[in-house]
């Protein structure tokens, strides 16, 4: 890959660690090599051995970093302590590290990680990632950005009562930070009040993203989030983190 480096993934890891504090530990999930040159995806597990579970993850595109900011923020703020009498909160800050370095939407190989969750032979990050479904989610929440929308807008599947009910709670939430996306067609399917109301049957497509694995796995709500660059970085990671607390917040109602 010829693309410069223009972040570094050894100071998000040096980030996370320092507000950690000993609080939590980095486990790794396994290591990407391409020649000479290596990262290991980092897996962080908060709350560990409660009864609720969720999944958090950024960075599967590198060219989208203010999920992998808004983690370290969510642990730089204490955000998640509140929610760890209940919850056990498994982050993963950065899903492809060579991207998230070099700004790139793929990974090293050139693969759009999120297009290989039905993949026969997946690359080694999807691998990776997939290890973390032996055990069951009620939530999973994947960071993204969407250069091309004016404003914050999610997917999601899941169970029925949380597809109707968490995304006005949400919605309130990020709009403190960023307004929605009210676009009646986003990334090329309908939209509604910055809800993308998705019409492909899973079984029918060629390729899953993360979220339909997820929810095939038994998650029981799978949202990908999408921020928008438009707006300073700060705020993009407020709306992340606003809308993370308001679907935690949810399942405790
Ligand atoms: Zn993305």
Same mark, same amino acid.
């Given at each position: 890959m010829e693309n410069k480096r223009t972040r570094s993934y050894p100071d998000i890891l040096f980030r996370l660690q320092s507000a950690l504090n000993g609080a939590g530990e980095m486990a790794p999930l396994g290591e990407i090599k391409n020649g000479t040159e290596a990262h290991t995806i980092q897996s962080i597990v908060l709350g *560990?051995?409660? !009864?609720r579970r969720a999944l958090i993850s950024a960075g @599967? =595109?590198? &060219? /989208?970093p203010a999920g992998v900011e808004a983690i370290c923020a969510l642990l730089e703020r204490r955000t998640l302590s509140e929610y760890l009498q209940d919850w056990e909160i498994h982050l993963i %800050?950065? @899903?492809n590290p060579f991207g998230y370095e070099r700004g790139t939407? /793929?990974? =090293? &190989?050139? *693969? &759009?990680?999120?297009? =290989?969750?039905?993949?026969?032979? %997946?690359?080694r990050e999807v691998i990776l990632i997939k290890s973390l479904f032996d055990s069951l989610y009620d939530l999973t929440l994947e960071l993204h950005e969407d250069i091309d929308s004016s404003g914050y807008y999610f997917y999601q599947t899941g169970e029925a009562e949380l597809m109707k009910n968490l995304p006005p709670k949400i919605l309130h939430a990020v709009q403190k930070a960023m307004p929605i996306n009210? &676009? !009646? /067609?986003i990334d090329e399917s309908p939209a509604s009040g910055g809800v993308i109301k998705r019409i492909s049957d899973p079984d029918a497509m060629d390729w899953w993203p993360m979220a339909l694995y997820a929810r095939s796995q038994g998650a029981r709500h799978c949202m990908t989030l999408e921020s928008s660059p438009a707006f300073p970085m700060e705020k993009r990671v407020d709306a992340h983190i606003n809308a993370i607390q308001a679907a935690l917040m949810h399942f405790l109602m």
């Open positions: *560990q051995g409660n !009864s @599967i =595109h590198g &060219d /989208e %800050p950065c @899903i939407r /793929e990974n =090293h &190989d050139g *693969q &759009d990680l999120n297009r =290989h969750f039905k993949s026969a032979n %997946p690359p009210m &676009d !009646s /067609e």
